[in-house]
């Protein structure tokens, strides 16, 4: 299939274009042209600001496109300026477990309908959680529902987490310096960053209408990352509520997501515990080459 990517030259977008090729699809990544990666095969090019409607139309004039994988939608004109100026028979949109409005156990895809949000027509928003409501909502402006696909993960986590999330309790914990975090028996759920990538890129060949859910499987709480983190540093972390606030604060109860409709169409996703640890091995490594 002819496949365009908007965005995906970073984090997960690589093991996702990776993934695209090895199955034996036609991509294109679409990119501002600022950024490069080193991708296990060859893509096409395209280079668009993905905010200009005719930026796009130039770029796009006259391609034509299966799939498109939409991984950096960030409010309603972005999906508008880039749907009103190519055609598909599928759209996936990266979206965001954020969408949800209430935190617990076990979130389910109808517990945001995506067709009964109020479409506002708005830039990217300081307010993430509706940006990315705003963001499916208006897909649906252009294209039925069956044929959308709206991915909604937690955190993603891995090796080129360039936000430092994870990172930032074993610094914090290495170095001595205070932190705050408003509930460390919180117990929250993640995704790693090759599965998150390669779960997009299997949607590709295995359509899901409307939302569906991506996460390992299982929840850990934030005691249990410092814990773990102490016992390989051989320090104790300094918790003071005058310290620098910890990234996973203002959660209000457990958070978790079902998976069930992905397991539905055939994929299964790992057990937190699989990776987690090993991956918090990795920034203790990272902090102590640093």
């Known amino acids: 299939m002819k496949i365009l990517v908007v965005g995906g030259t970073r984090f997960f977008g690589i093991p996702m274009v990776n993934a695209l090729l090895s199955a034996g699809h036609d991509v294109t990544i679409a990119t501002r042209g ?31 496109f299966d799939v498109i994988i939409d991984k950096i939608a960030y409010g309603s004109n972005d999906v508008k300026a880039l749907l009103e100026n190519v055609t598909c028979d599928r759209y996936i949109q990266m979206s965001s477990c954020s969408v949800y409005h209430e ?10 309908i995506t067709k009964d949000h109020p479409l506002k027509w ?51 914990i290495r170095s001595g310096s205070p932190m705050y975090i408003d509930d460390c028996d919180r117990a929250m759920s993640f ?6 990538g390669e779960f997009i890129a299997y ?10 859910n991506g996460c390992s499987n299982g929840v850990i709480k934030i005691s249990e990352i410092i814990d773990y983190a102490e016992k ?53 490594a990272c902090s102590v080459l640093c």
């Open 203 to 212: 949607l590709a060949d295995h359509p899901c209408d409307g939302a569906v």
């Open 34 to 64: 600022n950024a490069k990666a080193d991708f296990a095969g060859e893509v096409k090019s395209v280079v668009f600001d993905r905010t200009d409607s005719d930026s796009i139309k130039r770029a796009l004039s006259g391609l034509e």
């Open 122 to 172: 708005q830039d990217r928003l300081p307010d993430y959680p509706e940006t990315k409501r705003n963001a499916e909502r208006a897909a649906l402006e252009f294209m039925d529902e069956a044929s959308c696909t709206f991915v909604r993960y937690p955190v993603v986590l891995g090796e080129n987490d360039y936000t430092g999330r994870l990172r930032f309790y074993v610094d914090h």
């Open 232 to 284: 390989k540093i051989g320090k104790t972390a300094i918790l003071d509520a005058a310290g620098d606030a910890a990234p996973y604060n203002g959660l209000t109860d457990t958070l978790s997501f079902n998976t069930d409709k992905a397991r539905g169409i055939g994929y299964t996703f790992s057990d937190l515990g699989d990776w987690i640890y090993g991956l918090l091995d990795n920034c203790n």
């Open 191 to 196: 995704i790693h960053e090759k599965e998150a």
């Open 103 to 112: 935190d617990h156990a076990d979130i389910r895809e109808e517990e945001f």
